[in-house]
T-cell receptor
């Protein structure tokens, strides 16, 4: 079973709007990561947030982490057509492998 | 180019056959991970190698096996193929074995179609 569960499964917005995706997980973690996957391509690492961090920024990306609720959110501001992709959260604990959620499919309409 | 090379990009084969997927990790990375991505199962972890040794095993079928060679490239062998094995197979690499500092670098995948 997957550790991370993304919500919503699909999101469609207009270019320029902000997109928010959520991720919930079940067990304790060392860090949580977000990845992007363009259709049929490999996953690209976007951002990593450690369990002792609450918020992190990278360009137009903002990630929050609430370990008490076992949840994270990814905000993409001022969306562009090129942001159309699937977004996955992944959790890591110690030396264990990354466990991925099912992903959110984001569509940016021009 | 992510630095992780997977070959072949596409593979079409018949049921019952055996195939080998190859992965060269990013330069300097010692850990290699194999994942299977299908529409209904999402990204499933198969197996991890670190510097030639198996470190973690996930939902890998007995018909599947893998190894990592001294030059750190890895091969995933899939045998007695079934229609349900059709999927995208990804290789990823990372420098760390312990706490994952910087995330994984993924290859572009091998799309396997079993007919």
């Amino acid at each position: 079973s997957q550790q991370g569960e993304e919500d919503p499964q699909a999101l469609s917005i207009q270019e320029g709007e902000n997109a928010t995706m959520n991720c919930s997980y079940k067990t304790s973690i060392n860090n949580l990561q977000w990845y992007r996957q363009n259709s049929g391509r490999g996953l690209v690492h976007l951002i990593l947030i450690r369990s002792n961090e609450r918020e992190k920024h990278s360009g137009r990306l903002r990630v929050t982490l609430d370990t008490s609720k076992k949840s994270s959110s990814l905000l993409i501001t001022a969306s562009r057509a090129a942001d159309t992709a699937s977004y996955f959260c992944a959790t890591a604990k110690g030396a264990q492998k990354l466990v991925f959620g099912q992903g959110t499919r984001l569509t940016i309409n021009p | 180019d992510s630095g992780v090379t997977q070959t072949p990009k596409h593979l079409i084969t018949a049921t019952g056959q055996r195939v080998t997927l190859r992965c060269s990790p990013r330069s300097g990375d010692l850990s290699v991970y194999w994942y299977q991505q299908s529409l209904d199962q999402g990204l499933q972890f198969l197996i991890q190698y670190y510097n030639g040794e198996e470190r973690a095993k996930g939902n890998i079928l007995e018909r599947f096996s893998a190894q990592q060679f001294p030059d750190l490239h890895s091969e995933l062998n899939l045998s007695s193929l079934e229609l349900g094995d059709s999927a995208l197979y990804f290789c990823a690499s990372s420098a760390a074995h312990g706490d994952i500092e910087y995330g994984y670098t993924f290859g572009s995948g091998t799309r396997l179609t079993v007919v």
